[in-house]
C-alpha cells in the first residue's frame, strides 16, 4: 500500500476548491463490532450487522486460501458505512469533489494506528467496492512483505479486487476487462522478468509499463489460482512454501511451475480465451452475527470519529471545525484531544501536539496511542533526564494496552538503544516490531541500531541487507546504502581486531622458537568499559580537534572560554541529526565534523579519569 501506481486512493487537496463543510446527516448513529472490524454507520443497525457480515466473510476467504498465514493487522479496522452519495461525499477526498471528477464507490486509507475504510452503502456497479478489496488484501499481507514478490502481492490484491458478495456465497475471481484489453494488445513480459520486478523496477514506476505489470500480475495470479481449482493441485500453496524458505522467486517458480517458457505460452493462451472462470465458495462468519457487539453512538463520539477521519483524509478544516463542537460538548473528549494532537503534528506544530497527547493521557490513562504519540513526539528532540522515566513509562504502557501494536515496540528500542543501556531488552522490542510489521524498513534500521550499540557489527549488515529486499522508496535505499556502508566497515574493523587476537599466541610461539631478539607486534591495551554516572548533557558549540582511530572517535566542543573533551569507544552508536537543514552527501565523521557548530549529547563516566562519552551530535548552519 502507498507504493507508487498502485491502485489505491491518492489522498490530496487544493486550496483552490472550497472547503465543504459535513452536515450531521453524516453521523454514525449505530455501531456494529466483531473481533475484527468496527463498522460505524449512519444508516440503521440491518444495515451495520449485514456490512460486518460481508467484511467477516470475506475475511474467511482470506482465511480458508492461507491458513498458515497470520492475516490480521495489529490496527484497528473501522468501516464508515454511509447510508448515500450525499453523505459519504461530505466525507471522500476534496480531489474528487470537483466537477467531472471520479465517482468513488469506496475507498481505503491505511494510517499508522488504524485502516478507515469509507464505504456508501447504495452505490451501483459491477464492483464498486474494488478499491476497498484491493486495498485490504494489501493490508492482510503486509506481514509477508518480507517474503512475497511484487507480482504476487499486486496479483493477489488485483484478484480479489472483483470480489463479489452474493447472499450466501462469496464470488471470487471475476474477469478484469480492462487487463485482458491491456494484455490482449500488448506483449506480455518474459515470465522470469515478471518474478523479478521489485519497487525499483521501471516495470512497476512506469505507467504503460506499471499497467502491463497488474494486468499480467492478475493474469497468472488468475490462472494458477484456477488451474489449481480445477485439478485439486495446491501449486500456489507449494509456491508460498519456498519463499518462506528464502528461495528467489524466479528459482521457485521453476521448481514449483516447470518450465516458465512453456508456462508463458500456457498463459499466452489463457489471456487469448474467449471467457474466463469464476469461483463459487460457500463461506461463513467465525464469529456468528448473534455475537455481534451493538451501541449507539452519542452526538459527540460520532462526531469525533467523523473528525479523525477528515483530519488523516487531509480535510483538516472541516475536522477542525467538528472538533471545536465536540470539545464544546464534551471538553474531556480523549479521541477529540488525539485528534487534534495529529492536526498539530501533520502541520509541524510539535510542541503543541506533544501538549495534546498529554492531555489525551492525564484523560485516559488507558489509551495506547495517547501513550505511544506523546513519548514518540517526545523523542523527536534530545529528552530531558528528568523526563525520560515518563517517556519509558507512556512506551511500556502503549505496549501492554496494545502488544499488536508495533511502533512503540520500535520507539522503546530506540530510546534503550540510544542510552545504551538494557540493549538485550532493545533488541527483543526491536525483532517484535519487524516481526508486527515486516514491510517497515524504519522499524529494521533501529533494529540495525542496536545490534551496532551491541558490538554485533555482521548482525547489523545481515539486517540491513533483508530490509533492502522491502525497501519502497528511493530515500529508503539512500538510507539503508549509507547505513549498511557504515555497518559493513564497523564489522571489518570487529574482524580485523578480532584476526589480531587470534594472532597473537602464534606470533608469541614463533617468537620464542626464533630467540629472544625476535619482536612480537603486540596490539594496544583495550580501554575498560565505560559505565556511566548520572544524567545525560549538552553543550552547545564548535567541534575540535576531531581525531578517529577506528572505530574510536575523540572530539572536544569549545563553547564560548571553556572546551570539553569527548570519547567514544564507536562512532558507528552515534546519532546523527542536523537542525534546519539538508546535509550534502554522506557524513563522514572523522572528516567532516571539524570546526563545524553543533549540539552534542554526553554522559559522564563513573571513572573520574576517563573522558565522558559522547552520545549524540546536533550540527547545526
Request: with cysteine; hydrophobic share 40%.
Amino acid at each position: 500500500m502507498g507504493a507508487p501506481l498502485c491502485r489505491s486512493i491518492c489522498f490530496c487537496s487544493d486550496s483552490s476548491w472550497p472547503e465543504l463543510r459535513p452536515q450531521r446527516g453524516t453521523r454514525p448513529k449505530h455501531g456494529v463490532s466483531s473481533p475484527h472490524f468496527t463498522v460505524l454507520t449512519n444508516s440503521n443497525e440491518k444495515q451495520g450487522r449485514h456490512t460486518l457480515d460481508q467484511f467477516e466473510r470475506i475475511r474467511s476467504v482470506f482465511h480458508a486460501a492461507f491458513p498458515k498465514m497470520q492475516l490480521d493487522p495489529g490496527t484497528p479496522i473501522v468501516i464508515l458505512a454511509i447510508k448515500d452519495e450525499k453523505n459519504f461525499r461530505a466525507l471522500e477526498p476534496t480531489a474528487y469533489l470537483a466537477k467531472g471528477s471520479l465517482k468513488l464507490g469506496g475507498l481505503f486509507l491505511p494510517t499508522a494506528d488504524k485502516n478507515y475504510v469509507l464505504m456508501q452503502l447504495d452505490v451501483e456497479g459491477e464492483h464498486p467496492y474494488a478499491v476497498v478489496y484491493h486495498e485490504y488484501t494489501h493490508l492482510l499481507m503486509k506481514k509477508s512483505a518480507e517474503w512475497m514478490p511484487l507480482w504476487m502481492d499486486e496479483g493477489l490484491a488485483e484478484f480479489y479486487q472483483t470480489t463479489r458478495i452474493e447472499e450466501k456465497d462469496v464470488v471470487l475471481g471475476e474477469a478484469s476487462a480492462e487487463n485482458l484489453l491491456l494484455l490482449r494488445q500488448n506483449q506480455l513480459l518474459p515470465l522470469a522478468t515478471l518474478f523479478a520486478v521489485d519497487y525499483t523496477s521501471p516495470y512497476y514506476h512506469e505507467e504503460h509499463k506499471g499497467s502491463i505489470f497488474y494486468a499480467e500480475s492478475w493474469a497468472l495470479m488468475h490462472y494458477i489460482y484456477m488451474k489449481d481449482e480445477r485439478e485439486r493441485t495446491i501449486r500456489l500453496t507449494e509456491y508460498v512454501e519456498q519463499l518462506t524458505q528464502k528461495i528467489d522467486p524466479v528459482t521457485a517458480a521453476t521448481r514449483v511451475f516447470g518450465d516458465l517458457n512453456k508456462l508463458q505460452r500456457e498463459l499466452q493462451r489463457y489471456v487469448g480465451q474467449s471467457s474466463f472462470p469464476a469461483l463459487k465458495m460457500a463461506t461463513h462468519t467465525e464469529v456468528d452475527d448473534s455475537t455481534f457487539k451493538v451501541r449507539e453512538l452519542a452526538p459527540a463520539q460520532a462526531d469525533a470519529v467523523r473528525a479523525d477521519f477528515l483530519a488523516y483524509n487531509q480535510r483538516t478544516a472541516d475536522a477542525q471545525a467538528l472538533l471545536n463542537r465536540v470539545l464544546q460538548e464534551d471538553p474531556n473528549n480523549v479521541s477529540a484531544q488525539e485528534t487534534l494532537g495529529f492536526i498539530e503534528f501533520s502541520q509541524g506544530h510539535l510542541e503543541e501536539a506533544h501538549d495534546r497527547y498529554a492531555q489525551a493521557v492525564r484523560l485516559d490513562s488507558q489509551s495506547a496511542l495517547a501513550h505511544y504519540y506523546f513519548a514518540a513526539i517526545s523523542m523527536m528532540h534530545s529528552v530531558p533526564a528528568s523526563d525520560e522515566p515518563r517517556v519509558e513509562s507512556s512506551l511500556r504502557a502503549a505496549i501492554k494496552l496494545n502488544p499488536s501494536f508495533a511502533p512503540p515496540y520500535d520507539r522503546l528500542a530506540a530510546f534503550l538503544g540510544m542510552r545504551h543501556r538494557d540493549l538485550d531488552e532493545a533488541r527483543l522490542m526491536a525483532v517484535r516490531a519487524v516481526s508486527l510489521d515486516p514491510a517497515n524498513v524504519g522499524y529494521r534500521i533501529t533494529a540495525a541500531n542496536v545490534l551496532l550499540a551491541m558490538q554485533q557489527g555482521q548482525n547489523a549488515v545481515n539486517v540491513l541487507r533483508a530490509a533492502a529486499k522491502v525497501a519502497r522508496t528511493q530515500e529508503e535505499k539512500q538510507a539503508l546504502d549509507n547505513m549498511l556502508m557504515n555497518a559493513q566497515e564497523y564489522a571489518a574493523a570487529q574482524e580485523q581486531l578480532a584476526e589480531q587476537h587470534r594472532r597473537i599466541p602464534e606470533e608469541t610461539t614463533a617468537a620464542a622458537e626464533q630467540g629472544s631478539s625476535a619482536e612480537v607486534s603486540m596490539p594496544r591495551l583495550a580501554r575498560k568499559e565505560f559505565v556511566a554516572n548520572g544524567p545525560h548533557h549538552f553543550v552547545v558549540g564548535v567541534l575540535k580537534g576531531v581525531h578517529c582511530d577506528m572505530p574510536m572517535l575523540d572530539l572536544t566542543v569549545s563553547s564560548g572560554t571553556k572546551t570539553l573533551a569527548l570519547h567514544t569507544d564507536n562512532f558507528y552508536k552515534i546519532q546523527f541529526t542536523a537542525l534546519n537543514f539538508s546535509p550534502s552527501g554522506e557524513l563522514k565523521p572523522c572528516s567532516d565534523l571539524e570546526n563545524r557548530p553543533a549540539k552534542v549529547e554526553y554522559v559522564e563516566s563513573a571513572d573520574r579519569t576517563a573522558a565522558p562519552h559522547l552520545i549524540a551530535v546536533e550540527l547545526h548552519k
